[in-house]
């Protein structure tokens, strides 16, 4: 099909320290992070733009015709960043992975690279494509010596075209960047730093109180991070869990709060979503919900882990809310089968820890 030769808005939002983030051993959870911040940033789109390519880390939109006013432009850019850095933090109270890529989320930032300029438009099977000079341009645009990783870059031909005057009243800084075939190429460039420092941390999480709860209680001679490893590797729970056959859990997706899996035991699978989890440097405190038996409102089951002298005690349980006619049978019948399980399930992590710290020493 013959090109639509066009003009207008080149816009393209970068998430950067992509490259330090995604490692081959962890890029499953890197992509998964990847792809909900890239989702964000189309959701977010406010100035009707038209997103043309998804190129790995970076979104390419474009606008024909009446190009936005400054203001529209520059609330786009920190609305975007305040969406990004917002769900960054959410990611990072919320995800409880220990592998460098979720430990790394708080590294990513986002920059923001703008031009105006020609470009041809075709479509090759339904699917737009556009090029020209200018395409190349704001494409190497991104390639900067802008230091920092949250900041928006206009080229001159846009910062002119949206107003110099507010470009420089609103704290962008004149620069030059060189290119090859391009020469020198003058551009403008706003540190977004202060903005992102100003994005709230979201509320910490509570665990919801239920009325009714039992639990045993084990000592163990290891380290709050032997029963961490174990107790947070969902895939590895039928080595020690007793009873548990088989566990079906989406091994590619991060552990954090939503994350879903279902437990496998004799005649009964389990449907489980991790809903909790507080850590810091003595103690840790881990609840999933159960999809609940007929005979409750609710079900949950916590292991609760804490440092003592130079080993640990784990406690793990169940918190449940009864619905009236079956809180009787639940407590005659149920809870002396889990109550027994759980003994046996806490023996089991203690041999596995104690068996571990030994074979290491």
């Known amino acids: 099909m013959s090109p639509d030769h066009q003009g207008g808005l080149l816009l393209i939002p970068d998430i ?6 995604v490692s081959e051993v962890e890029i499953s959870h890197s992509e998964h992070v990847i792809a909900e911040l890239l989702e964000l940033l189309i959701n977010g789109n406010r100035l009707g733009l038209e997103l043309c390519e998804i ?4 979104l390419f939109f474009y606008k024909q015709g009446a190009l936005p006013d400054f203001e529209a432009m520059l609330e786009q850019v920190n609305h975007w960043t305040r969406s990004f850095h917002g769900h960054l933090k959410l990611l990072e109270r919320d995800n409880y992975c220990q592998c460098g890529a979720c430990q790394n ?6 920059k923001v690279v703008g031009h105006i300029g020609e470009f041809s438009i075709y479509a090759v099977k339904k699917k737009i494509k556009i090029i020209g000079k200018d395409v190349i341009l704001v494409h190497r645009l991104l390639k900067n010596h802008v230091e920092g990783q949250n900041y ?4 001159r031909a846009l910062s002119e075209r949206l107003g110099s005057g507010r470009v420089r009243a609103a704290g962008f800084q004149e620069r030059q960047e060189n290119y090859e075939t391009f020469g020198d190429v003058p551009v ?21 109180q239920l009325p009714r709860k039992f639990s045993m209680e084990i000592e163990i001679d290891g380290t709050l991070e032997d029963a961490a490893k174990l107790i947070l590797n969902h895939a590895g729970w039928p080595g020690w869990v007793a009873g548990l056959e088989q566990m079906v859990v989406d091994q590619s997706a991060p552990i954090r709060v939503g994350h879903h899996h ?3 035991f004799p005649g009964n699978p389990l449907s489980i979503t991790l809903e909790h989890l507080i850590r810091d440097k003595d103690e840790f405190t881990f609840v999933n ?58 023996q089991n992590l203690k041999a596995k820890i104690e068996g571990t710290a030994a074979a290491a020493g």
């Open 16 to 21: 950067s320290g992509f490259t330090q983030f």
């Open 55 to 58: 190129e790995g880390d970076a």
């Open 105 to 110: 989320i708080g590294n990513l930032g986002l």
């Open 152 to 155: 928006v870059l206009y080229s």
């Open 188 to 208: 403008d460039v706003l540190d977004l730093t202060q903005l992102v420092a100003e994005v709230p941390a979201p509320p910490p999480r509570e665990i919801e």
């Open 262 to 264: 279902v437990c496998v």
């Open 289 to 346: 919900n159960i999809v609940p038996p007929p005979l409750l409102h609710e079900l949950k089951s916590i292991f609760e882990v804490r440092t003592v002298g130079s080993g640990i005690t784990v406690k793990y349980g169940y918190a449940y809310a009864p619905k009236f006619l079956g809180r009787r049978k639940f407590e005659k019948d149920i809870v002396p089968m889990l109550t027994e399980q759980g003994q046996a399930t806490l």
